[in-house]
T-cell receptor
């Protein structure tokens, strides 16, 4: 079946540090890949996505590249801010047997950025 | 503003009681979803609906029920058969169900058992 594996947190960084959160996946077919962010007590917000191999998703200084050869979609940011403190979820979407598509999530990585 | 609203923000359930969580969207999306989030876990799919008057079970549907009588509404009932209902419940919607389409999430409802 489909699965997403994220690096375990928590991750604690100082402001302006470089961020990498690893994400690898197992899926049949050609999935779309997503990063969502969840701030405390809130729902999930889409951060970025990529729908085919070698696509790069980017938003708010975050980037991730869809690497089919390594089945990875690592999240990076060159200089984190305190406001980036949140839980980050990697997810994939693929066909579920018939004609329906479902999101499969990783367990999430808690990022804390200190001033 | 277009978006997804969930109510209430917090909900308390007594033993043996059914409770209903509300989810409304004004994005004109055809597909809607319910997920459950437990601490330190990813989200797990409870039910989803591709179109009005149609819905399918997700990975953890036991103890839950849904209806989809209107395009904009997808309420979730947590029945007394759900033995461990304490969790954060998230509703989502998308234009359709194609693999490249994005799911947008509501703010969530936290359910607690008294």
């Amino acid at each position: 079946g489909n699965s997403v594996t994220q690096m375990e947190g928590p991750v604690t960084l100082s402001e302006e540090a470089f961020l990498t959160i690893n994400c690898t996946y197992t899926a049949t077919g050609y999935p779309s890949l997503f990063w969502y962010v969840q701030y405390p007590g809130e729902g999930l917000q889409l951060l970025l996505k990529a729908t085919k191999a070698d696509d790069k998703g980017s938003n708010k200084g975050f980037e991730a590249t869809y690497r089919k050869e390594t089945t990875s979609f690592h999240l990076e940011k060159g200089s984190v801010q305190v406001s980036d403190s949140a839980v980050y979820f990697c997810a994939l979407k693929t066909q579920d047997g018939g004609s329906n598509y479902k999101l499969t999530f990783g367990k999430g990585t808690l990022l804390t950025v200190n001033p | 503003d277009g978006g997804i609203t969930q109510s209430p923000k917090y909900l308390f359930r007594k033993e043996g009681q059914n409770v209903t969580l509300s989810c409304e969207q004004n994005l004109n999306h055809d597909a809607m979803y319910w997920y459950r989030q437990d601490p330190g876990q990813g989200l797990r799919l409870i039910y989803y609906s591709q179109i009005v008057n149609d819905f399918q079970k997700g990975d953890i549907a036991e103890g839950y029920s849904v209806s989809r009588e209107k395009k904009e509404s997808f309420p979730l009932t947590v029945t007394s058969a759900q033995k461990n209902p304490t969790a954060f419940y998230l509703c989502a919607s998308s234009m359709g169900v194609f693999v490249q389409e994005t799911q947008y999430f509501g703010p969530g409802t936290r359910l607690l058992v008294l």
